[in-house]
C-alpha cells in the first residue's frame, strides 16, 4: 500500500466512530456551522478513494452513466490519473439523488457548492475542518480519534483514501484484475486512459464494505441543535 507522510488507514472501530459521529446522527454540536459538504465529502472519499480537491471539483457534468452505471469522473489532479468510479450504491441509499435534485434546483453546479477554495485548493479547508488546526478541534478530535496514534502514525482525511485501497486491492484481485484496481487508484501502473470493462469495476466497487447503513442526508438536515 503506498502509504504517504507516515499515515495510515482508520481502524475498523475508527470508521464507526466516524461515521456514526454527530455529522450522522440526530444531533448538532453547539456553534456547528454545518455545510452539505460535512455530510457528503467524507462519505465520496470512503467509496472512491478520491482526494478531497478531486471531490470539491466535482460537477455536475462529472458525473456520467457509462455503459449503463453512473460514474464519478474525477480528472482535476495532477498526480494522479483521470479515472472513472462507479458510483457505490450506499451513496444512492444516502440520498444522493435527492442532494443533486437539490443542486440543481438551486442553480449550482458544483458537487460541494459549498465548500470554498482557499488558497485557491479545497483541501485546505478539508483539512482544516476534519483534522482541526491549533487550538480549534477538527471532526476527528469532536470524535475522541487523535491525530497521531501511539507509533507516530498519522490519520487524516486523505486516510479514507488508503481505507479504499485495501479493500479495492482485494476485490480488484479477486476478479482477476490487477488493472482494476491500478484504474480506480489512478496509478500509473495502469497505462491506459480508459477502461473497457466498467461492468467489473462496478463489482469491485459495489464490495467496498458499508459503514453505516443508517446515514442520510435528509437527517443530516433534519438534525436538532444541541
Known amino acids: 500500500m503506498k502509504t504517504h507522510l507516515g499515515r495510515r488507514p482508520f481502524s475498523a472501530m475508527e470508521l464507526?466512530?466516524?461515521?456514526?459521529?454527530?455529522i450522522y446522527g440526530d444531533?448538532?454540536?453547539a456553534r456547528e456551522?454545518?455545510?452539505?459538504w460535512h455530510f457528503w465529502l467524507p462519505l465520496i472519499a470512503y467509496y472512491s478513494g478520491a482526494y478531497s480537491d478531486e471531490i470539491g471539483c466535482l460537477t455536475l457534468d462529472d458525473l456520467?452513466?457509462?455503459?449503463?452505471i453512473l460514474c464519478f469522473s474525477f480528472h482535476t489532479h495532477g498526480k494522479i490519473k483521470p479515472r472513472l468510479v462507479p458510483?457505490?450504491?450506499a451513496l444512492v441509499d444516502a440520498g444522493f439523488n435527492d442532494y443533486i435534485?437539490?443542486?440543481?434546483a438551486h442553480h449550482h453546479t458544483r458537487l460541494m457548492f459549498d465548500l470554498p477554495a482557499k488558497t485557491g485548493r479545497y483541501s485546505e479547508k478539508v483539512r482544516i475542518w476534519f483534522s482541526g488546526e491549533g487550538e480549534r478541534a477538527g471532526y476527528l478530535q469532536k470524535c475522541a480519534i487523535p491525530n497521531v496514534d501511539q507509533l507516530g502514525m498519522k490519520t487524516a482525511v486523505s486516510s479514507l483514501r488508503l481505507n479504499f485501497e485495501q479493500q479495492s486491492?482485494?476485490?480488484?484481485?479477486?476478479?482477476?484484475?490487477?488493472d482494476a484496481f491500478n484504474y480506480l487508484?489512478?496509478?500509473?501502473?495502469?497505462?491506459?486512459?480508459?477502461f473497457d470493462d466498467i461492468s467489473l469495476l462496478n463489482n469491485v466497487i459495489q464490495q467496498i464494505r458499508i459503514i453505516n447503513p443508517h446515514v442520510h442526508w435528509t437527517r443530516f438536515t433534519l438534525r436538532e441543535s444541541h
Not at 33 to 36: D, G, N, R
Not at 64 to 68: K, R, Y
Not at 169 to 178: D, E
Open 16 to 22: 464507526h466512530t466516524l461515521y456514526n459521529g454527530y
Open 27 to 29: 444531533v448538532k454540536v
Open 33 to 36: 456551522q454545518a455545510k452539505h
Open 64 to 68: 456520467v452513466f457509462e455503459q449503463g
Open 87 to 89: 458510483v457505490h450504491h
Open 101 to 104: 435534485e437539490f443542486i440543481k
Open 169 to 178: 486491492r482485494i476485490y480488484a484481485l479477486q476478479a482477476s484484475s490487477k
Open 185 to 194: 487508484m489512478g496509478f500509473n501502473e495502469y497505462q491506459y486512459d480508459k
